[in-house]
């Protein structure tokens, strides 16, 4: 009896294991769809560098100091460029996407790289200054992080404003 009743709940999750890989595989999405997908998921990534970088342009600009939400922040920010060139692997050029991303990304790769580690170096400069809770220092090596933004923006991204 027992094993009858395991049989058919094999039988079932079988059955339905199987159902569940015919519907997945009939909705399996477009290419248009994952080349959308792929654009979402790289701006999300952009607006959490911005998330982290606002508070420390905040700082810059005159805001009470806080080292260690500086450290933090640059720590961040560090630990997310190297992603930048992985969320790029996904070549868009082609489809019918909302990006500013230029086609010279994926004809420039070893630049595009390179500008995504220029972040990350200057991000961890700038929190191994916020880490000694010298004000000064960290502002000072503020431009070049906020730089390594602006820096790839300018030959990468669409500049639109
Ligand atoms: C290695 C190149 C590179 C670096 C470094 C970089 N960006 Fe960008 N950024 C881009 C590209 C390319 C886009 C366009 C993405 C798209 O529209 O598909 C973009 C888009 C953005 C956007 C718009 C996202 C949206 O919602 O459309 C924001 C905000 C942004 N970046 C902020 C930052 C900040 C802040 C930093 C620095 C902490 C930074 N970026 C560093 C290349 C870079």
Known sequence: MIRKALTIATATAVLSSGMI??????DAPT????????????????????????????????????????EKNGRRIAALAP?????????????????????????????????AMALMNNANAFADKAATGDRAQTLGAFRALGGSCGNCHDTFRLDDD
């Open 83 to 115: 992603s930048i060139p992985d969320l790029f692997m996904h070549d868009t050029r082609g489809f019918d996407v909302k990006t500013e991303a230029l086609d010279v990304i994926w004809e420039n790769k070893a630049e595009f790289e390179e500008k």
């Open 21 to 26: 890989y015919k519907a997945s595989a009939q």
């Open 31 to 70: 290419p248009e769809q994952q080349a959308a997908a792929a654009t979402d998921t790289r701006k999300s990534v952009f607006k959490l560098l911005r998330f982290y970088l606002v508070p420390l342009v905040g700082m810059a600009q005159g805001a009470p100091f806080d080292a260690a939400i500086a």
